[in-house]
């Protein structure tokens, strides 16, 4: 038994998927990687959003730094 097929029997012992049916095994795969993908998909778009309109600003020259003001002579 390699790598690959042990952690595939481990995620199946796991999550109990090793008494299902080979139609249900893939159903709850299918919805456990649509879940992935939309946890994965919406915390890229917050990162950017939170890049784009909090922390662009302050990493720009010119920025507050967080401290209300500028720093430095400029």
């Known amino acids: ?25 893939y159903l709850f795969n299918i919805l456990v990687l649509i879940l992935l993908w939309f946890i994965c998909y919406n915390s ?15 990493v720009m020259y010119g920025g507050d730094f967080g401290f209300g003001g500028k720093i430095g002579p400029y």
């Not at 038994?1 to 095994?25: A, F, P, Q």
């Open 44 to 58: 890229t778009r917050f990162a950017t959003d939170v890049y784009e309109n909090h922390l662009k600003s302050k």
């Open 1 to 25: 038994m390699n790598w690959v097929s042990r952690k595939i029997h481990l995620y199946n012992v796991t999550m109990g998927l090793y008494m299902l049916d080979w139609w249900e095994r």
